[in-house]
């Protein structure tokens, strides 16, 4: 799928599920809320001990709920999202937030320019050939040593290239072995820190994954 397919389809799923995308998320899970806050919790305690003046892009923001989260931790953050919809819920929570309509691969703003990225479950429609684009814009706008933190459901099936498709009830996505996403993670100046893999809790469902890593200063590092 090209570029333009892939977002447009992706943007006009998001769109028509929206409201119910958002009222998912505010039902919860017990298990997976206390796992996922305690990852964002150390991906905003990795931003603070850097002790950037800029701010952190929460990219694919959806209804904003992790926008909103880091910014009660005392974190600058801003949310980014191809869904008008979506980006139109976010601000009804928090109209004093920042959220735009816009691009992971194009982001718009300048090289080194931001404290850290959280990618919760965005880069998951992202088709694999298109994801290196993504990787080499997230690095070019992290500033050195800046976290990424991303959330992605997950294949143990390590018989494929690192990914399988997902049949997702929204749109159409993709399910990764943790090494393979890491891999490419490295490959695009994110090196691993750590990882969790949440098992539960729905029987059937794939299992969701996080790796934590931060953006090397250099090549060479
Ligand atoms: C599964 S939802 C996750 C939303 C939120 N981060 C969360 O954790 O609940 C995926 C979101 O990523 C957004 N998204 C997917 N690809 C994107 C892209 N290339 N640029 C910006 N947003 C994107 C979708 O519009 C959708 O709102």
Request: proline share 6%; with cysteine; glycine share 10%.
């Given at each position: 799928?090209?570029e333009n397919?892939?977002?447009?389809?992706?943007r006009?799923?998001?769109?028509?599920?929206?409201?119910?995308?958002?009222?998912?998320v505010?039902q919860?899970?017990?298990?997976?809320?206390a796992l996922s806050?305690?990852m964002?919790n150390?991906?905003a305690?990795l931003v603070?001990?850097g002790?950037?003046?800029?701010?952190?892009?929460?990219?694919?923001?959806?209804?904003?709920?992790?926008t909103?989260?880091?910014?009660?931790?005392?974190?600058q953050?801003?949310g980014?999202d191809l869904?008008?919809?979506?980006?139109?819920?976010?601000?009804r929570?928090?109209?004093?937030?920042?959220?735009e309509?816009g691009?992971?691969?194009?982001?718009?703003?300048g090289?080194e320019?931001?404290?850290g990225?959280l990618a919760h479950?965005?880069l998951?429609?992202?088709?694999p050939?298109?994801?290196?684009?993504?990787?080499?814009?997230?690095?070019?706008?992290?500033?050195?040593?800046?976290?990424?933190?991303?959330?992605?459901?997950v294949?143990?099936n390590a018989?494929t290239?690192?990914?399988v498709?997902?049949?997702h009830?929204?749109?159409?996505?993709?399910?990764?072995?943790?090494?393979?996403?890491?891999?490419q993670?490295?490959e695009?100046?994110?090196?691993?820190?750590?990882?969790l893999?949440?098992?539960?809790?729905?029987?059937?469902?794939?299992?969701?994954?996080y790796?934590?890593t931060?953006?090397?200063a250099?090549?060479g590092?």
């Amino acid at each position: 799928m090209g570029e333009n397919e892939a977002l447009d389809r992706t943007r006009r799923d998001y769109d028509e599920v929206a409201e119910l995308y958002d009222e998912m998320v505010r039902q919860g899970n017990e298990l997976t809320d206390a796992l996922s806050t305690a990852m964002v919790n150390a991906f905003a305690d990795l931003v603070r001990a850097g002790g950037s003046a800029a701010a952190v892009v929460d990219a694919g923001c959806g209804p904003g709920q992790w926008t909103d989260h880091l910014d009660r931790a005392g974190i600058q953050a801003y949310g980014v999202d191809l869904s008008p919809a979506m980006v139109a819920i976010a601000r009804r929570y928090r109209p004093d937030l920042r959220y735009e309509v816009g691009s992971m691969l194009h982001l718009g703003v300048g090289d080194e320019s931001i404290a850290g990225i959280l990618a919760h479950f965005s880069l998951i429609h992202t088709p694999p050939d298109l994801l290196p684009r993504v990787l080499t814009e997230f690095a070019r706008v992290v500033e050195p040593g800046g976290p990424l933190l991303v959330g992605v459901q997950v294949t143990d099936n390590a018989d494929t290239n690192g990914w399988v498709p997902y049949d997702h009830k929204a749109s159409p996505a993709y399910l990764w072995t943790l090494d393979a996403l890491a891999g490419q993670l490295h490959e695009h100046r994110f090196a691993e820190l750590g990882r969790l893999r949440i098992v539960g809790p729905v029987p059937g469902k794939p299992p969701a994954g996080y790796l934590l890593t931060r953006r090397i200063a250099t090549e060479g590092d």
